[in-house]
């Protein structure tokens, strides 16, 4: 399975604790995205093989090429469970988170914590690399830890020193989280300072907003948020790539897919009721830009059963007249 075919321009689904698993990853797959990641998992729970984790990392033919994201900051214990992982599930390739915001990871000296470190980052990423080889090893970065201290382009040319093959920056530090607005100047900086493909991320919402950011001389484009709420996204988006008309869903066509999202997450879990407390997050994620969202919201908040959200849909579908035009998303 090719790793990123020469002259390629893929389209990423970012990694996204609690939102990319299997299903997910093979809707966006469905719509135009190239190259999925699972989300993100600790090296503990690869040494652990549970039942938890296996869900995390499992994933489908039809997935590929896809890889499966670590964190950690113990080099020997990153590297086993990267070798452990190869043999668990043969993914394409293996990510290194060294950008989650999250607190519950950076205070286990994990994700973007390593930002403040790059010594030991690079012991990390060396460690992967060789405990991987032959197969390729990626990164995903953010530009810094906070606005006084961005070393996007130090960090990057450390890995790739380090025998990183590929290195996606969110342009974004630490301490904005997800806040104002992605600096793809220095995604842009980081992209002319390596050789090694650099995948920019952050604010892709649309197809004219994809293309210009190509002008910064990235190998590719990496989109999140935007999937959640938007699946379509990657159609969106290939088709400005290509240069021909993009045609919107319908809401028929978006209820359509969330019904089917629902259901197989159901089938899944062997629990309903389970299943959909679980997806009620990633009901309110779809409604946006939806007509009438906010009562819709409020009914989805509580909805317990395939049955519930039939209804829901249903009455929805009924009180927007079809000539009703939707909100661009």
Same mark, same amino acid.
């Given at each position: ?109 994990? #994700?973007? $914590? ?9 012991? *990390? !990423?060396? %460690? +992967? ?47 904005? #989280?997800? $806040? ?9 900086? *980081? !992209?002319? %300072? +390596? ?47 290509? #240069? ?86």
């Amino acid at each position: 399975m090719v790793f990123m075919e020469k002259g390629s321009l893929p389209i990423f689904l970012a990694p996204m604790a609690g939102v990319t698993d299997s299903i997910f990853r093979t809707i966006c797959k469905e719509k135009g995205a190239d190259i999925l990641t699972t989300e993100f998992v600790s090296a503990d729970g690869i040494m652990h093989r549970n039942a938890r984790t296996r869900g995390y990392v499992e994933f489908t033919s039809m997935e590929r090429p896809m890889g499966v994201q670590l964190f950690g900051a113990d080099p020997d214990r990153l590297a086993e469970a990267a070798r452990q992982v190869i043999d668990w599930v043969n993914p394409d390739f293996i990510d290194i988170n060294f950008g989650c915001p999250a607190t519950k990871v950076v205070c286990r000296n994990g #994700g973007s $914590s390593l930002l403040r470190d790059c010594p030991l980052l690079e012991r *990390v !990423a060396e %460690a +992967v690399v060789r405990a991987c080889a032959p197969l390729p090893v990626t990164a995903k970065i953010r530009i810094g830890w906070d606005d006084n201290s961005i070393n996007a382009v130090q960090t990057a040319r450390l890995l790739e020193e380090s025998g990183i093959q590929r290195i996606a920056v969110h342009g974004r530090t630490k301490a904005q #989280g997800y $806040s104002g607005e992605a600096n793809w100047e220095v995604i842009a900086s *980081v !992209a002319s %300072a +390596v050789t090694v493909p650099v995948i920019g991320n952050g604010d892709i919402a649309d197809g004219a907003t994809a293309l210009s950011r190509l002008r910064t001389g990235v190998s590719g484009l990496m989109i999140g948020r935007a999937a959640m709420t938007n699946p379509w996204i990657f159609t969106e988006v290939k088709a400005a790539l290509n #240069g021909i008309p993009y045609a919107p869903p319908s809401l028929e066509m978006k209820w359509e897919l969330v019904r089917m999202h629902c259901a197989q997450e159901v089938a899944a879990k062997e629990s309903e009721r389970f299943a959909m407390q679980g997806m009620r997050s990633r009901l309110m994620a779809y409604t946006r830009g939806m007509p009438a969202a906010r009562p819709l919201r409020a009914s989805l908040s509580m909805v317990g059963s395939l049955m519930e959200l039939d209804g829901i849909i249903e009455g929805h579908l009924r009180e927007i007249p079809e000539e009703t035009p939707l909100p661009m998303l």
